[in-house]
């Protein structure tokens, strides 16, 4: 069954970085493009970034853009998220979803990134 | 990019139907027929529930049923059930692969 697993949160300080991975499996990774999407506790789902299919196209929420890389390893058939400079409004559960008509389907489990001192 | 605008409570009977609106502009809803639709138990992931308006994932009941009219897209859940309160979140395409999110809905079934 089509399968994402989201790994890499943890407890980082401010200013400092953290990569996120998404495990793909149960379907052929190379033919969807992928989103991240974030939920600060308590909050709404705020979308974060996608990737093509072919990896050339990549995009960012306004909040995100200089800060954050979206990338993926079709060879591994993971999905990544470099966190540069974070700030404590990062503090969220990240979720991982496979892309198609600019929908998420199925999302993963997220992986909880806290950004504190 | 502002997020859509969904009301933060709506509640219904069981066996009631209940409609959930997501109101954008004419540069996200209102441009292209890529509407989603999220309902989220607490403490899971979301999982969709209508796209590309009032398009249904296998396994999705037919009690769930989207509609959109200029830049306003609704959610309709019909013959209500305990295992529908949930919150539910409206997602759009907004060009230049640009994706936004409502803030959310929280179902009561009373």
């Known amino acids: 069954q089509v399968q994402l697993v989201e790994s890499g949160g943890g407890v980082v300080q401010p200013g400092r970085s953290l990569r996120l991975s998404c495990a793909a499996s149960g379907f052929t990774f190379n033919n969807y493009g992928m989103h991240w999407v974030r939920q600060a506790p308590g909050k709404g789902l705020e979308w974060v970034a996608v990737i093509s299919k072919d990896g050339t196209t990549k995009n960012y929420a306004d909040s995100m853009k200089g800060r954050f890389t979206i990338s993926r390893d079709d060879s591994k058939d993971t999905l990544y998220l470099q966190m540069n400079s974070l700030r404590g409004e990062d503090t969220a559960v990240y979720y991982c979803?496979?892309?198609?008509?600019?929908?998420?389907?199925?999302w993963g489990q997220g992986t909880l990134v806290i950004v504190s001192s | 990019q502002s997020a859509l605008t969904q009301p933060p409570s709506a509640s219904g009977s069981p066996g009631q139907s209940v409609t959930i609106s997501c109101t954008g502009t004419s540069s996200d809803i209102g441009a292209y027929n890529y509407v989603s639709w999220y309902q989220q138990h607490p403490g899971t992931a979301p999982k969709l529930i209508i796209y590309?308006?009032?398009k249904r994932p296998s396994g999705v009941p037919d009690r769930f049923s989207g509609s959109k009219s200029g830049n306003t897209a609704s959610l309709t859940v019909s013959g209500l059930q305990a295992e529908d309160e949930a919150d539910y979140y409206c997602?759009?395409?907004?060009?230049?692969?640009?994706?936004?999110f409502g803030g959310g809905t929280k179902l009561t079934v009373l």
């Open positions: 997602s759009s395409y907004a060009g230049s692969t640009n994706v936004i």
């Open positions: 979803a496979r892309g198609g008509s600019w929908s998420g389907d199925p």
């Open positions: 590309e308006v009032t």
